[in-house]
């Protein structure tokens, strides 16, 4: 004989009150649950030598980062995916070596774009030749403090 499951007569009104429930309890845990040398992080799980960072998940060397996963050595980055060394990018995915950039997808050595789709070496969405790329952004990253 087969019993019922107690929550096949939860209501709707049970239902919200349950996920309520469960979303504050995790916004207030502060574990780093399977992490490994984390400084100053909350609720990073599975990380390795991260620092100052909320949220992160599989993501390494990262610092001042919040809801990345699988990023390694970025800073300052927010909700990027599978990211390396960006710095105070957005939403980025599959990228590297991003500045300032937002919604970018496959790109590498971009500065200061938003939405691009596997390009390289843009500045402001405008595509450069690479000697010309790493010569205005050392200058643009000293004129605006950014540190790469």
């Given at each position: 004989m087969t019993t019922a499951h107690p929550m096949t007569a939860m209501t709707g009104a049970d239902f919200e009150t349950a996920l309520r429930k469960l979303v504050a309890d995790?916004?207030?845990?502060?574990?780093?649950?399977?992490?490994l040398e984390c400084e100053g992080c909350e609720r990073c799980e599975g990380c390795t030598f991260c620092v100052s960072s909320k949220g992160l998940a599989r993501c390494h060397y990262?610092?001042?980062?919040?809801?990345?996963t699988d990023c390694t050595h970025c800073s300052r980055c927010r909700a990027c995916t599978a990211c390396q060394?960006?710095?105070e990018c957005e939403r980025c995915i599959g990228s590297a070596y991003l500045v300032r950039s937002i919604g970018c997808n496959g790109c590498s050595y971009c500065f200061g774009c938003?939405?691009?789709w596997?390009?390289?070496f843009c500045v402001l969405n405008e595509q450069y030749d690479r000697a010309t790329y790493f010569?205005?952004?050392?200058?643009?990253?000293?004129?605006l403090g950014v540190t790469v």
């Open positions: 995790m916004a207030r845990s502060t574990a780093n649950v399977g992490s990262c610092t001042a980062c919040d809801d990345c060394r960006c710095v938003v939405g691009l596997r390009r390289d010569e205005l952004t050392s200058r643009l990253a000293r004129e």
